[in-house]
């Protein structure tokens, strides 16, 4: 606690700092509003040095699997579609799981599933924003023609700014380019 | 390594005092210098004469632009400690001292009252050997402005001795990303070129990519994932005032501003996911389709006369640069070195285009020539990207990993000068150089 309110006091001084420094010609670095995003309770975590190649985040919730017919069934329990280098091609390996998540999705026309596509670190951000999409909507596409309705579907790519895995190594970047059919 | 050495005691004379205002800042940002050209000149910035009652001064001018020229590579500041006597004004300058230590160059400088809260600069710049005056200037400034004041000052000397324009005097846009508990938190800050007088502009716990200044270097456009969903917003930096430009289903990314500052290139995906280049005129908010394409088309650039539009497309399989006319027509294939070429950024002159390369599996900065159609590999790591061009052309800063953590790299355009910022602890990523500031 006690050092979270120490990095708080020193964000602030930091701030101030900035106000009071103009540049000689063009007075525009005023701190600014911050964003929003949601408020977090994280300001002073410590992290370890041995971070790296940690897994993060997208912890399937109970809420998820405990939806009547899902639980139980390991083809509606994986919820990640792997993809090649470069590619949206849909591999053959992962037919059977998209054809568990469309009869499930086709016989329960209320519920609504979103479609998050990823890429692995390599190359231009805004590229990968693109193979994510692609991915996404590859999945779509299969969903679709195994008559889910278009309108329970939502995609969005997050490209490579939200790594399954972190870390440089050929797991992480296998891990990375994927699919995440998420049941919200 | 001379070199190394003296450009890291004035940037540690730099930074002393920003450690102090910033406290543990995580946006502090360390600049070295990685490679310098042989035979940088050596050059004497002694410390510039205060003559104002009262407030002493919070920038040590000389040592800022001694730490500009020394970041630059071609220059190598004297160290104060060898400095035999300190010289504020020409007729107390003994040109055989400094000859006997081996300088070329001489600065000198005084700092008299200008009014409130105002003082005058004046600097002289000497060619040591010849004994004449390369430049003598006195400009205005208000006390709480002396380091950009100090930027100019260096920006002027730079363009005097190279015949290049300085690019000190501008500001550095980046990402940084933390984790933080189970998330991640990203900032969008800006920086001075230098990295110092760090400033978050933007902060969430969702992604914020694709920073892009305005050509007037008042506003930023960028994408910001609050929410789960990709949109673009304006930023005006000064007043922090922002305002989304692009909320449509799907992709809203890779803002590109246009050369007038009137409308954005942006990449948008339809209904079915399909990612395609348009323009957007921020007056009207009217939105006109420029490409029209199965593929992934994203990453627009404008060309510096505003009429054609570079971007990234995977239409012939791998991602390769493409140029359109901003009103459509017809589309022209610009690289065919290797298979990836992806987000292109164009020189001031229009010439040449830097691009992340794939080059033998590493990813890396290149610059093609757009006559000749040659590509130059100038970056060394091997997942770098996001490359940005200074203002004067000279440079490039791009983003770089080294164990696992994002640092921004500089190089000049001919691969001779290489520097290294890092923010220690932080993921930095994304870097943009802003346009010269306006006069």
């Known amino acids: 606690m006690k050092i979270r309110l120490m990095i708080i006091l020193a964000a602030c001084a930091w701030l101030t700092a900035g106000c009071q420094t103009t540049p000689v010609d063009e007075p525009t670095t005023g701190p600014g509003t911050a964003t929003s995003g949601t408020a977090t309770d994280d300001g002073a975590q410590t992290s370890g040095i041995d971070d790296d190649g940690g897994f993060s985040g997208m912890d399937l919730d109970g809420s998820q699997a405990d939806r009547i017919g899902m639980q139980g069934d390991p083809l509606l329990e994986t919820r990640v579609i792997l993809f090649d280098y470069d590619s949206s091609e849909v591999r053959s390996d992962f037919n059977d799981v998209l054809a568990a998540h469309a009869a499930y999705l086709a016989a329960n026309p209320s519920v609504a599933v979103r479609l998050e596509g990823h890429a692995d670190e390599r190359g231009s951000r805004e590229y990968n924003i693109g193979l994510g999409e692609s991915r996404a909507q590859a999945v779509r596409r299969i969903l679709v023609l195994q008559a889910v309705e278009a309108s329970q579907i939502r995609t969005v790519s997050f490209g490579e700014e939200r790594p399954a895995m972190f870390g440089t190594s050929e797991e992480a970047w296998e891990r990375n380019r994927r699919v995440e059919i998420v049941y919200p | 390594m001379r070199k190394r050495r003296s450009a890291a005691g004035a940037i540690f004379a730099l930074f002393g005092f920003a450690l102090l205002a910033a406290g543990p800042a995580r946006a502090e940002l360390r600049i070295e210098i990685t490679k310098g050209v042989s035979g940088a000149v050596p050059i004497a910035v002694v410390p510039f004469g205060w003559r104002v009652d009262g407030v002493s001064p919070a920038d040590d001018v000389a040592a800022i632009v001694a730490a500009d020229l020394a970041r630059s590579g071609r220059f190598e500041p004297m160290p104060r400690s060898q400095m ?13 001292d400094w000859r006997l230590l081996n300088a070329q160059i001489l600065v000198i400088g005084q700092i008299t009252p200008a009014g409130p809260d105002s003082v005058s600069i004046q600097f002289q710049v000497f060619d040591i050997f010849r004994g004449d005056q390369i430049l003598g200037y006195r400009m205005n400034a208000p006390v709480e402005r002396l380091r950009g004041a100090s930027h100019r000052i260096a920006d002027m000397i730079f363009e005097k001795l190279t015949g290049i324009s300085g690019a000190f005097a501008t500001r550095i846009a980046y990402i940084t990303v933390d984790r933080e508990g189970d998330g991640q ?6 920086a001075d070129s230098d990295g110092d007088n760090p400033n978050v502009i933007a902060d969430s716990a969702d992604p914020i990519m694709s920073p892009a200044w305005s050509p007037d270097g008042r506003k930023l456009a960028y994408v910001s994932f609050e929410g789960g969903r990709s949109q673009v ?18 992709v809203n990314g890779a803002p590109a501003w246009h050369p007038s500052g009137k409308s954005l290139a942006l990449t948008l995906s339809e209904r079915d996911g399909n990612l395609d280049i348009y323009t957007l005129d921020l007056g009207s908010g009217r939105l006109q389709r420029v490409t029209r394409h199965s593929a992934i088309d994203t990453e627009p650039e404008w060309t510096p006369d505003g009429q054609d539009i570079l971007f990234t497309s995977d239409r012939a399989g791998g991602p390769q640069i493409y140029r359109v006319p901003a009103s459509g027509g017809d589309v022209e294939r ?21 691009v992340v390369h794939n080059d033998r599996g590493n990813y890396r900065i290149a610059v093609v020539d757009l006559n000749r159609r040659s590509a130059q590999v100038l970056s060394e790591g091997r997942l770098d990207e996001a490359p940005s061009f200074a203002p004067n052309g000279a440079a490039l800063i791009y983003a770089s990993r080294r164990d696992g953590s994002g640092l921004l790299e500089t190089v000049s355009v001919d691969g001779l000068v290489r520097g290294r910022i890092s923010s220690p602890g932080s993921d930095v990523r994304e870097p943009v150089w802003s346009p010269y500031p306006p006069n």
């Open chain 2, 84 to 96: 035999l006597e300190t010289p504020t004004t020409g007729a107390e300058v003994d040109f055989q």
């Open chain 2, 334 to 354: 610009i690289t065919f070195e290797g298979n990836y070429n992806a987000r292109a950024r164009i020189s001031p002159d229009g010439k040449r285009v830097a």
């Open chain 2, 233 to 250: 917003y304006v930023q005006v930096l000064r007043t922090g005032f922002r305002e989304s430009v692009s909320n449509r289903l799907g």
């Open chain 2, 185 to 190: 938190r990203y900032r969008l800050i800006v």
